[in-house]
């Protein structure tokens, strides 16, 4: 197991570099009104694929049986069915917000686009993909996924750089990406096609009676993280939409390495170990393992955003940094729900975990609507950094034997940092600077700098010493 989290690990890293260029690229090249239209064209498409899996792929996954050509056949063809009504539908809630004018056409046509590419070539990748990752061929896939997603993050640049189709940039980077993983997934894991029979409809139904559960739970996940888009966007518009899709693009680059690594690996280990002491004793060592490393990169990145957005964006994101407080620490309890909700999944019914996720949603929403009320767009973020600890709670509360102690040992290994030292100090150095140093000066940046990966560097060391003497880091 070791080798495929290795690659997946060194794939997401790929993929970081190029998110970071990208990021870094977007931030100088777009206002916040067009970060904030391709937030919501983006978050619109990974609500569509949600629905379209249904819950397919880890349903496939945990199959302990074999799936036939028929079955997969099926599967493929329902899946392009319910796309096509996925997309019909989305055309016509946009033709409804256009009529309230509640949205404009140029904008609307954006959304269609970069949607339908992801919609349409969706029902080809979940059959490879779900096999590949059965028979843990993690290898091969990570390459090809590691490839496509550096094109969907990256290769926007140069039509926004060297042409003039603007935003229209991101669907012809998402062509390229989505023809590239279809090719390369087929050429790998090719499906054979069979006429499907009345027996494959029952057994399919039996998949799609599980996998919607999942898909249900996956769906609130979503809509959760899209609050920025479902509610601050119709509110305050695509500007403030912008600055939350800014900053927590940033945060979601600090954690795309590690946390997805460990989404993916988790459901097929935690199957393939039978005692549930043994689940949960490897929850703990991830949930402290990423929590280790997100602190001192998160630390790192919010001391120096505001230098890098004085230097080299005008002080366009000032906003969007006075959030990444209350988002990193989302973030940050947040990176222990990933390995926790494989566990519901695999140790208890798909009924349940999606009982647990749609209680965890229910209460944030209705937190969200609290907060922007009391206190404007900026009540989302309080409301992001409060609720995570909820979700938490509410996903570790229906494991077998639950208890305080088992909550405070998973807190634990989330909140007890040794680089929280750091954080106190990076605090004083920052609000200092802010008071003393002019950052238009070079050695005011060469400080703010120096300190921000003095901090880094001492954070790294200090946590994986703990690891270290944990056992976490470092064991056969």
């Known amino acids: 197991m070791r080798k495929h989290v290795i690659a997946l690990t060194i794939a997401n890293a790929i993929v970081l570099v190029a998110?970071?260029?990208?990021?870094?690229?977007?931030?100088?090249?777009?206002?916040?009104?067009?970060?904030?239209?391709?937030?919501?064209?983006f978050s619109v498409s990974r609500l569509a694929m949600v629905l379209l899996d249904g819950g397919i792929k880890t349903t496939l996954i945990k199959h302990k049986g074999c799936v036939s050509a028929k079955d997969e056949t099926l599967l493929t063809l329902i899946c392009m069915l319910f796309g096509v009504s996925v997309m019909l539908a989305i055309v016509g809630i946009g033709f409804l917000l256009i009529e309230v004018d509640m949205a404009n056409v140029p904008d609307t046509l954006f959304v269609f686009a970069l949607s339908a590419v992801y919609i349409l070539t969706f029902p080809l990748i979940i059959i490879p993909t779900s096999r590949m990752e059965k028979?843990?061929?993690?290898?091969?896939?990570?390459?090809?996924?590691?490839?496509a997603m550096s094109i969907e993050l990256a290769g926007a640049v140069p039509f926004l750089v060297y042409t003039t189709y603007g935003l229209w940039g991101f669907v012809f980077a998402a062509i390229l990406a989505r023809v590239f993983r279809v090719i390369s997934l087929y050429?790998?894991?090719?499906?054979?096609?069979?006429?499907?029979?009345?027996?494959?409809a029952l057994k399919c139904w039996v998949l799609i009676k599980e996998g919607v559960q999942i898909?249900?739970?996956?769906?609130?996940?979503?809509?959760?993280?899209?609050?920025?888009?479902?509610?601050?966007?119709?509110?305050?518009?695509?500007?403030?939409?912008?600055?939350?899709?800014?900053?927590?693009?940033?945060?979601?680059?600090?954690?795309?390495?590690?946390?997805?690594t460990s989404a993916r690996i988790s459901v097929p280990i935690y199957s393939g170990e039978a005692n549930y002491l043994n689940r949960w004793s490897n929850n703990i060592r991830q949930v402290t393992l990423l929590s280790a490393i997100t602190v001192p990169i998160l630390l790192s990145l919010w001391m120096i955003a505001p230098l890098l957005d004085d230097?080299?964006?005008?002080?366009?994101?000032?906003?969007?940094?006075t959030l990444l407080p209350l988002l990193f620490f989302r973030m940050l309890i947040g990176s222990a729900t990933a390995p926790l909700f494989s566990l519901v999944l695999v140790t208890m019914k798909a009924n349940i975990a999606m009982k647990a996720n749609i209680a965890w949603s229910l209460v944030e929403i209705s937190g969200a609507l609290f907060f922007v009320y009391m206190y404007g767009a900026y009540g989302l973020a309080i409301s992001y950094a409060l609720f995570v600890i909820f979700g938490v709670w509410s996903l570790s509360r229906v494991l077998p034997n639950y208890s305080f102690k088992q909550q405070r040992e998973l807190f634990f290994a989330i909140m007890h940092r040794p680089s929280w030292y750091m954080v106190i100090l990076a605090i004083m150095v920052v609000y200092w600077s802010r008071l003393y140093l002019d950052s238009a000066i070079y050695w005011g940046q060469y400080f703010?700098?120096?300190?921000?990966?003095?901090?880094?560097v001492v954070s790294l060391v200090l946590e994986f010493r703990?690891?270290?003497r944990l056992g976490v880091w470092g064991e056969k």
């Not at 028979?135 to 490839?147: A, D």
């Open 135 to 147: 028979n843990l061929q993690y290898k091969r896939l990570s390459i090809i996924e590691g490839i």
């Open 19 to 41: 998110g970071a260029f990208s990021y870094f690229a977007y931030s100088y090249l777009l206002t916040p009104s067009e970060f904030g239209l391709y937030g919501i064209a």
């Open 448 to 456: 703010i700098l120096s300190t921000a990966i003095s901090l880094l």
């Open 466 to 468: 703990n690891l270290k």
């Open 311 to 321: 230097l080299f964006f005008d002080n366009k994101w000032n906003i969007a940094i």
């Open 187 to 200: 050429l790998y894991e090719p499906m054979n096609i069979s006429c499907p029979t009345k027996w494959t």
């Open 215 to 260: 898909q249900v739970s996956s769906f609130f996940s979503l809509a959760r993280d899209s609050l920025h888009v479902i509610l601050i966007a119709p509110i305050f518009g695509k500007e403030w939409s912008g600055y939350y899709a800014w900053a927590l693009q940033l945060c979601m680059i600090t954690s795309r390495v590690f946390v997805a």
